[in-house]
């Protein structure tokens, strides 16, 4: 299996990432059959032309827009379209995942909720079809790795929705925090926007190294042209190749089990309801806590009232801040950093004796795998074949093999 290595030249757009995808050879139908899935065909028309930069040849990608005057979409009504969309599985994911980090950003920089964000450019439906075809582009080429240089983000003003913005534009300094990604300044005193919104945020939800491999042999390479001019090319190189070493940033990784920091935020309520209580926990899962556990406790005054903790991501504490006080009634909150050690593991699929279903394995400090079904897979197949979940996780262990992982050991 290849892996993919991202060329930033000297920046990142969805756009030339699109164009670059097509020259390397995805074929246009592989790139518009989500967009038709989830029912967007009639709203562009998408044209990829020969172009140059600075004399370098490579692909212009274009889509002309045919759904009237511009639609401001918000999260809520873009999430909506790709999980009720008709996609696969590990498609849609990565769809929802890139989308998703552009809200957090957006409400982070505009001091909103992420529920309540409007998209105004990412909204556009050039931007969706820039974000869900480089998305499909990469689920059909299904790299082993996907690497990439660090970009560079340019300076000056760009125009937007929310009218003259300096460059990077916001949403972009919030995804480079929030993603800890390394970024270059050789070329910050470049006028123009060298790495969009959009650019950053499939970077950010698609690349397993910001850093290319130590040593790798080019296969084929794909050239996507930028619309603006600079002094020198403007382009995004796409290569498949295959690498013969990980980059060393990256071996501290592998370190099994693994150590990290992570926050625990907790609060007493007595004035909710049990109902009030079970949202409130859906929603805190939802935002990408690691856990969220409540139980009944004896307040003051004799009342039932509810313990609520949430394990979550160091780098999301002031976030899920925010969420307990605009969705739960409670006037404050505990908070403490913790590390934990925790196993390698990584999420895939096995071809059983009930088909194709989605499992789990975890790497043991010894080297051996363990496996196990996802417990949504195991009530599938109990109500389906009326037979006890001892008997499908016992005919499943006995049956598993060909396993495929949807993502890196984490």
């Known amino acids: 299996m290849e892996d993919i290595l991202i060329e930033c030249s000297p920046g990142i ?3 030339m990432l699109l164009g670059a995808f097509y020259d ?3 074929p246009k139908k592989v790139i ?16 990829f032309k020969e172009s140059k930069s600075c004399s370098i040849r490579g692909i212009k990608a274009k889509v002309n827009c045919i759904e009237g005057s ?12 790709i999980l009720n969309g008709h996609l696969e599985d590990k498609l849609k994911k990565i769809i929802y995942e890139v989308f998703k980090s552009l809200a957090i950003a957006e409400a982070k920089v505009h001091g909103i909720k992420s529920e309540d964000v409007h998209f105004h450019e990412i909204g556009a439906i050039d931007s969706l079809v820039d974000i869900i075809g480089v998305c499909a582009a990469l689920n059909y080429l299904n790299p082993k790795e996907v690497y990439c240089n660090e970009p560079m983000l340019g300076s000056g003003f760009v125009q937007t929705e929310h009218g ?9 300094i919030e995804l480079i925090r929030q993603k800890n990604i390394k970024v270059l300044s050789n070329l910050d005193s470049m006028e123009g ?11 950010a939800n698609l690349v397993d190294y910001l850093e290319p491999p130590s040593k790798y042999s080019i296969n084929s390479y794909g050239v996507g042209i930028g619309n603006l001019k600079f002094p020198c090319p403007n382009l995004v190189r796409v290569y498949k190749i295959t690498s013969f070493e990980k980059p060393s940033v990256n071996d501290n990784e592998q370190i099994n089990p693994k150590c990290e920091e992570i926050s625990i935020q907790e609060a007493w309520i007595d004035d909710q309801t049990p109902e009030d209580i079970s949202n409130f926990a859906e929603k805190l899962r939802n935002e990408g806590a690691y856990d969220v556990s409540y139980q009944a406790i004896n307040m003051k005054k004799n009342r039932i009232g509810f313990c609520i903790q949430v394990i979550l991501p160091i780098e999301k504490k002031e976030f899920f801040r925010r969420l307990w006080f605009d969705y739960s009634n409670t006037i404050g909150v505990r908070e403490r950093t913790q590390s934990r050690w925790t196993l390698l593991r990584r999420r895939g699929e096995c071809s ?3 088909g194709n279903i989605k499992v ?5 400090p010894d080297g051996s795998i363990t496996l196990k079904p996802e417990n949504d897979e195991v009530l599938r197949l109990t109500l389906k074949h009326k037979i006890s979940t001892y008997e499908i996780r016992k005919k499943i262990k006995e049956s598993s093999k060909n396993f495929k992982a949807f993502e890196n050991w984490k």
Do not use: M
């Not at 003259?164 to 972009?172: D, E, T």
């Not at 926007?193 to 970077?203: D, K, Q, Y």
């Open 13 to 15: 757009s969805g756009d």
């Open 193 to 203: 926007e060298l790495s969009t919104p959009t650019g950053i945020a499939l970077l």
């Open 24 to 26: 390397l050879g995805v």
């Open 360 to 364: 789990k394995q975890t790497l043991k």
């Open 352 to 354: 059983t004796t009930f």
């Open 32 to 47: 518009e059959q989500p967009l038709i899935d989830l029912g967007l065909k009639n709203l562009y028309q998408l044209e």
């Open 70 to 81: 511009p639609i401001k979409r918000t999260w809520r009504s873009i999430r909506e379209l």
């Open 164 to 172: 003259k913005l300096s460059v990077p534009p916001p949403a972009v």
